[in-house]
């Protein structure tokens, strides 16, 4: 396994934890994904400050446009995602959500020139058939807004990797800081539209939320940004089925929750799949 492959499947795990870390906040999931987002772009913003090092996004304007672009859709995707999870509940969401790996493999010829190998497409039917085991039944009585935004988001996912992969010549850190800014922006905007930004956060919630924005989000996304660069685009969408895998184990060994027969084969079909992605092709 490649360092860069390595950093991508642990950013997926952190990210697969944060289910478990949000159920501790007694926010509303705008509100935990604003503080995310904010967190996360202090952390990264102080380290970038305290390196002292000329910015290369001044440099390659049109690399930071498709950045910017890329958190847009970030922060996007998470509104919708949320959204979604309160319309139509987790299970049904998550599963309408991670469409969007589909999706990007399908498009991934045209939009990235990569060919779709059969070993590929087995390995993306594989996960895709587990991501639906994993999940359970379809939620009954689903509302039209609810599947719309699930759907929504699992596009806006497509257009985060899109953008990111297409913008060279930016450091990890620089990318991952300017994505974050900007999805930041873009749940800011929504969260006055909404409410406004009055947020009371408990001080019980405080450690919970550090770990979240600090570790989950900051440094996750450093991780996950700065190795999609480094990754074949249909690599990154069969091993983004690992964060709800990890999703559903962690909430097995940390809440304590079952996990029925078809989400254990569902767990075996994903983890499979993401193995076989990586299985060099033969010559003959």
């Given at each position: 396994m490649n360092f860069a492959l390595a950093k991508h499947l642990f950013s997926?795990?952190?990210?697969?934890?944060?289910?478990?870390?949000?159920?501790?906040?007694?926010?509303?999931?705008?509100?935990?994904?604003?503080?995310?987002?904010?967190?996360?772009?202090?952390?990264?913003?102080?380290?970038?400050?305290?390196?002292r090092k000329p910015l290369e996004l001044f440099r390659e304007k049109r690399s930071a446009l498709l950045i910017t672009a890329s958190g847009i859709?970030?922060?996007?995707?998470?509104?919708?995602?949320?959204?979604?999870?309160?319309?139509?509940?987790?299970?049904?969401?998550?599963?309408?959500?991670?469409?969007?790996?589909?999706?990007?493999?399908?498009?991934?010829?045209?939009?990235?020139?990569?060919?779709?190998?059969?070993?590929?497409?087995?390995?993306?039917?594989?996960?895709?058939?587990?991501?639906v085991l994993l999940n359970g039944p379809l939620a009954g009585g689903a509302s039209l807004w609810g599947l719309f935004c699930g759907v929504m988001a699992a596009f806006c996912y497509v257009a985060m990797v899109t953008f990111n992969k297409k913008?060279?010549?930016?450091?990890?850190?620089?990318?991952?800081?300017?994505?974050?800014?900007a999805a930041l922006g873009t749940v800011t905007l929504f969260l006055l539209w909404k409410q406004g930004l009055s947020l009371d956060v408990a001080a019980g919630d405080w450690p919970y939320v550090l770990v979240l924005g600090l570790l989950n989000t900051g440094y996750a996304c450093w991780l996950y940004f700065s190795s999609i660069g480094r990754l074949p685009v249909q690599t990154v969408a069969v091993c983004g089925y690992v964060e709800p895998l990890s999703a559903v184990?962690?909430?097995?060994?940390?809440?304590?929750?079952?996990?029925?027969?078809?989400?254990?084969?569902g767990a075996v079909l994903i983890f499979s799949g993401a193995v076989l992605s990586q299985m060099p092709r033969s010559k003959n």
């Open positions: 997926l795990l952190l990210f697969g934890s944060n289910g478990i870390v949000a159920s501790r906040i007694a926010l509303t999931s705008y509100e935990i994904v604003f503080l995310r987002c904010l967190l996360g772009s202090l952390l990264l913003g102080a380290i970038v400050l305290a390196a859709a970030m922060g996007a995707s998470w509104m919708f995602l949320y959204e979604a999870f309160t319309q139509i509940g987790v299970s049904f969401a998550t599963l309408t959500y991670y469409c969007g790996p589909v999706i990007l493999v399908a498009l991934s010829p045209l939009l990235f020139g990569e060919s779709l190998t059969r070993l590929k497409l087995a390995a993306l039917a594989m996960v895709a058939a587990g991501a913008a060279k010549g930016v450091s990890g850190m620089e990318n991952t800081l300017l994505q974050l800014i184990l962690f909430s097995v060994l940390l809440l304590g929750e079952t996990m029925s027969a078809w989400q254990a084969l």
